[in-house]
């Protein structure tokens, strides 16, 4: 099993940022990919970024140009940092952890990210 534990969430005006952290507890193992997704009211979960232990990364094509994720191995800490922030952006995001070697899917509890005009 693998505990995700989020922080970093919470309110803000567009056009401003935040840093998101996850942390991951448990079971893990090397071979992994930690990542991101959100989930506005009304609308299903999509894809943010992920970055692989080897530091590969994926993003949403909507946020590329904004958002920047980042990992610390050695914490087994995932981190998405957010600029440039837009009302759209409002949703409650979620860290997932995949055991590639296994196939096991993990996600945290998610942190609220609101976003003011």
């Known amino acids: 099993q693998v505990q995700l534990v989020e922080s970093g969430g919470g309110l803000v005006q567009a056009g401003g940022s935040l840093r998101l952290s996850c942390a991951a507890s448990g079971s893990i193992f090397a071979i992994n990919t930690m990542g991101w997704y959100r989930q506005a009211p009304g609308k299903q979960r999509e894809l943010v970024a992920t970055i692989t232990n080897g530091g590969t990364t994926n993003y949403a094509d909507s946020v590329k140009e904004r958002f920047t994720i980042s990992r610390d191995n050695a914490k087994n800490t995932v981190y998405l940092q957010i600029g440039g922030l837009k009302p759209e952006d409002t949703a409650v995001y979620y860290c997932?952890?995949?055991?590639?070697?296994?196939?096991?899917?993990?996600w945290g509890r998610g942190t609220q990210v609101t976003v003011s005009s």
């Open positions: 997932n952890f995949v055991d590639r070697l296994y196939g096991s899917n993990y």
